[in-house]
C-alpha cells in the first residue's frame, strides 16, 4: 500500500488550499483514509478520515466546519479541502490509510503512511 499527499504550499490567514492524496495497493473496500497533521514543535494529530465502503466521514474539533474530506474511488484519490485557515493550521499534512471503521482520528489504527506536505499559513 502506498500513499502520497500532496497541495501543501504557504497561503495567508483566510485563504483555502486543497490537499489531495493518492492511494495505490490497496485491497477491498472496508478501508478508512485519514489525515493527520503535525504542528511545528507539537504533537501528530488525526483531524479527518472518509470510511471507503459508505463515505462516513469524521472530523476533529479543531477543523470541522472549515476543512472537507471528499473522495474520487475512480482515481483512487482522497481530498482536503482546508477553508478559513489560520495560522495554527500551519504544520505538516499527512494521509494514512486504515482497515478498521474505528479509525478516525486515532493514529494507532493507521497502518499505511504517506509522506508529509507541508502547510504555512502566515498572518
Known amino acids: 500500500v502506498q500513499l502520497q499527499a500532496s497541495g501543501g504550499g504557504l497561503v495567508q490567514t483566510g485563504e483555502s488550499l486543497k490537499l489531495s492524496c493518492a492511494v495505490s495497493?490497496?485491497?477491498?473496500?472496508?478501508?478508512?483514509i485519514g489525515w493527520f497533521r503535525r504542528p511545528p514543535g507539537d504533537e501528530r494529530e488525526g483531524i479527518s478520515s472518509?470510511?471507503?465502503?459508505?463515505?462516513?466521514?469524521y472530523y476533529s474539533g479543531s477543523v470541522n466546519g472549515r476543512f472537507t474530506i471528499s473522495r474520487d474511488n475512480g482515481k483512487k484519490m482522497v481530498y482536503l479541502q482546508m477553508n478559513a485557515l489560520k495560522p495554527e493550521d500551519t504544520a505538516v499534512y499527512y494521509c494514512a490509510a486504515s482497515i478498521m471503521r474505528i479509525a478516525q482520528g486515532t493514529e494507532e489504527y493507521y497502518s499505511y503512511w504517506g509522506q508529509g506536505t507541508q502547510v504555512t499559513v502566515s498572518s
Open positions: 472518509i470510511m471507503n465502503i459508505d463515505s462516513t466521514t
Open positions: 495497493g490497496i485491497t477491498g473496500e472496508d478501508y478508512a
